[in-house]
């Protein structure tokens, strides 16, 4: 006799696209808003992104609701942090705590992809990817989410930076100014709601700057 | 004044049932495990889900000078290349290297706090962890989360006071000493360069050129393995890196494209 198998799964995927990247002295995060289960939509107007610390901002796409928890977490951790230290997480140290939340939860995953960008101490634009897990890398610009194969071999194409790895150190940082690097961004999501179903309605960009954080909304399709 | 440092123990998450250290051995951090009636079955599931990195090729040997470490830095997930800058080899401290091939999460988690176990090691005994502690910890740790599901092939090369030393671990619970090891998908092809240059008594510039030779060899034929060949050299001051250099160019490199002798040459048509 075969063995009775759960019907009941405790993920669900709501869809998305998420995309930082990271300049001379500002870091650009944008989402799209369209929240999805199978084939219907939930809702036009989801935000994805979450600011995290003064100049620290996450977008992240797949299962909302583990989303919902991480951000959560994450929130409790960093006002403890506070408590204790007397100022912000700064990105890189965010970066790591995001890391290790995931990590925790090794065998129970959250099903959260994530990109985390913000301003290092110096004021450097800096970008961090992860995996479900927590498995994570700085980098110049990253994409997650169900776009993510259509925007990044585009956004290889436009912003390729040599490998951190290369030796001599080559800087990662994209050369392209904060105008340059809105407008790539808003290329990117309206060609990526042309072919990923899951991709439209509107697209929500963050801009970190010294200055502070600037929010700015253009309209994707809606089919 | 008593100060509250609860906050600091960080072994559990916040809410989290406190993890006991019994006799100063840790205990391994306790995670939370899913309610479930068929928990093979769910973590095959989630890890379909989550598709950790694989497919990559690391290397590491042991010669006269010291230890050579070499990797490759791509990262895919199924037919799709998650990354072409992936760390591979971790610096857990000092004088320490690790590699990683497997889950990435999982290395880079267990590195981080294997790093973090030699330091202790440290402070609590007053000099250095030998490469055969650091390795046997490690060991340790992913022997009791065997059949979990944890994915981590990985290599400890350091400098000790006995000298070089290499270990490969894995999350098996295997833990190998050896003079020369290559782990990945690109490890046969690089075992066929490394075995056939390998000498005892090279040069530190010999041994660079032939780990990365043989990153190279194993990035031309395996196609989950790629992006940049680091090498880095673990001496008695220490490791260093030695070099990181893009595939694509060490094959031009090795292969310059010769120009090849033309019998006649088209001329351009004037226009019409």
Known sequence: ?223 | MKLDTSGLESAAPVWGAPSELVDGFSAAPSFEVPNTTDFDGFQKEAIQMVKPAKGTTTLAFIFKEGAMVAADSRASMGGYISSQSVKKIIEINPYMLGTMAGGAADCQFWHRNLGIKCRLHELANKRRISVTGASKLLANILYSYRGMGLSVGTMIAGWDETGPGLYYVDSEGGRLKGMRFSVGSGSPYAYGVLDNGYRYDMSVEEAAELARRAIYHATFRDGASGGVASVYYVGPNGWKKISGDDVGELHYKYYPVLPSTVEQEMVEAAAA
């Open chain 1, 1 to 223: 006799m075969t063995k009775q198998q759960a019907n009941w799964s405790p993920y669900d995927n709501n869809g998305g696209s998420c995309v930082a990247i990271a300049g001379a002295d500002y870091c650009v995060i944008a989402a799209d808003t369209r929240m999805s289960t199978g084939y219907n939509i939930l809702t036009r107007e989801y935000s994805k992104i979450c600011k995290l610390a003064d100049k620290c901002v996450m977008a992240s796409s797949g299962f909302q609701a583990d989303v919902k928890a991480l951000q959560k977490q994450l929130a409790a951790r960093h006002l403890i942090y506070q408590h204790q230290h007397n100022k912000q997480m700064n990105c890189p140290a965010m970066a790591q705590l995001l890391s290790n939340t995931l990590y925790y939860k090794r065998f129970f995953p959250y099903y959260s992809f994530n990109v985390l960008g913000g301003l290092d101490n110096e004021g450097k634009g800096c970008v961090f990817t992860y995996d479900a897990v927590g498995s994570y890398e700085k980098v110049g610009y990253s994409s997650q989410g169900s776009g993510s194969t259509l925007i990044m071999p585009f956004l290889d194409n436009q912003l390729k930076s040599p490998s951190p790895l290369l030796l001599p150190v080559q800087d990662a940082v994209t050369p392209l100014v904060e105008a340059e690097a809105v407008n790539l961004v808003k290329t990117v999501f309206a060609s990526a709601s042309e072919r990923d179903i899951y991709t439209g309605d509107k697209l929500e960009i963050v801009v970190v700057t010294a200055d502070g954080i600037r929010r700015e909304y253009m309209e994707l399709r809606k089919d």
